[in-house]
């Protein structure tokens, strides 16, 4: 059950851009977000590039010009108007085979995400924002979060923003915590075991910075008594990220995270991370990063963990995409977890995103280099649409 969960968080985000699309030469993720970190919905530019940049056209018609697909990015394949309103409509599915190397695989398809996004914008340059997502988790997904048997109608984002400059960002209200990269594998270990998935949002104040070459976000948050949550996940704390472009499209990062719940449970977290062009049109992405959880009732355990990506672009809209990931749950002992998966991600026309994956999982004792267990091999086939 416990890895079901896991699958089933994979793509469960919102994430239209993603910060492997530095390979496009976009460092910074404010240029196609509201949000400064990424996350949440796109803004027009983003809808624009996604549309006329990264889908394949090979189901639209010479007749159409990059432009024209540009011009109907906007909701329901209308043109961005001048006015104050941005609707938007986000769909994920999932088929999961699981045990694919035995006789008879678990196989099914998951309903994962339903969300439905209002953005109103004013100002220059949209200088003042507010967002809401709200979300429905279907009955049939697994999901570590509240009302686990029922549909949950579930509140993924809401909040102000207000920039008096484009270099300067305040942020007021429930908003993803600024940690690592926001990738849309949500069942990373540096996700999962850091509790920073698509369901980790949080009441706070946000801070961003940014420049030519550089982003600084600071975050104070605090979801104690937050309804969505269980009660071990209602935690309250601050986190901060630094970027910096060393070099043209490639960037080096640096994350702190620390928080506590109501019961003097403490977690502090440590993370830096590359994201880099190579060639035309492809990447690579690393996360190396270090969790300590002080429970009070057993004492500090210290975790490790790396999250490898690299995005291969085959043709337009096309990429091939290889993952790896190490896990040591727990420094003192010696078990350690390995994954590697190789797939495929399509971008067919606009609005439309395909992947598929395989996904190998060998967990591995240090002392005599031997597998603890079997290793497991995983399906995941996903189809995400947005409106």
Request: charged content about 25%; hydrophobic content about 35%.
């Amino acid at each position: 059950m416990f890895i079901l969960l896991l699958l089933i968080a994979c793509f469960s985000t919102n994430l239209h851009a993603y910060p492997n699309f530095i390979s496009k030469g976009y460092n910074a993720c404010m240029t196609c977000h509201y949000n400064p970190f990424g996350a949440g919905p796109l803004n027009d530019y983003g809808r624009a590039v996604s549309a006329s940049v990264i889908a394949d056209r090979l189901f639209i018609s010479k007749n159409v010009t990059d432009e024209d697909l540009g011009e109907s990015s906007g909701f329901l394949f209308n043109t961005p108007k001048q006015t104050f309103f941005r609707p938007s409509i986000d769909y994920r599915g999932m088929q999961l085979k699981r045990g694919i190397d035995q006789d008879d695989p678990d196989d099914k398809y998951i309903n994962m995400q339903i969300d439905v996004n209002v953005v109103l914008k004013f100002g220059e340059k949209d200088k003042y924002i507010a967002s809401f997502t709200h979300g429905i988790v279907p009955d049939n997904s697994a999901r570590p979060i509240k009302g686990e048997v029922e549909e949950l109608n579930y509140t993924r984002e809401a909040y102000i923003g207000y920039r008096p400059t484009q270099s300067l960002g305040f942020y007021v209200g429930k908003m993803d915590k600024i940690f690592g990269l926001r990738v849309p594998d949500h069942n990373a270990y540096s996700k999962v075991a850091g509790n920073l998935t698509q369901y980790s949002s949080a009441a706070g104040f946000m801070f961003h910075l940014g420049g030519e070459k550089f982003d600084f976000g600071a975050q104070v948050f605090d979801s104690d008594g937050d309804i969505e949550k269980k009660e071990g996940e209602q935690t309250n704390g601050y986190t901060g990220k630094f970027e910096y472009s060393i070099f043209e499209d490639f960037r080096l990062g640096l994350s702190y995270l620390a928080e506590s719940d109501k019961n003097e449970n403490t977690k502090t977290m440590y993370a830096t991370t590359i994201k880099s062009r190579v060639g035309k049109g492809s990447s690579v992405m690393l996360e190396v990063g270090r969790i300590v959880n002080d429970i009070k009732a057993s004492g500090e355990i210290t975790s490790n963990y790396i999250f490898l990506q690299n995005h291969m672009k085959l043709a337009r809209g096309l990429n091939f995409l290889f993952t790896y990931q190490y896990y040591q749950a727990d420094t003192d002992k010696e078990s350690e977890v390995f994954t590697f998966a190789p797939g495929i991600q399509y971008y067919p026309w606009q609005r439309v995103e395909t992947r598929a994956e395989i996904q190998n999982t060998r967990s591995v004792d240090d002392d005599e280099n031997t597998p603890v267990a079997q290793d497991s091999w995983t399906f995941l086939g996903q189809v995400h649409l947005w409106f």
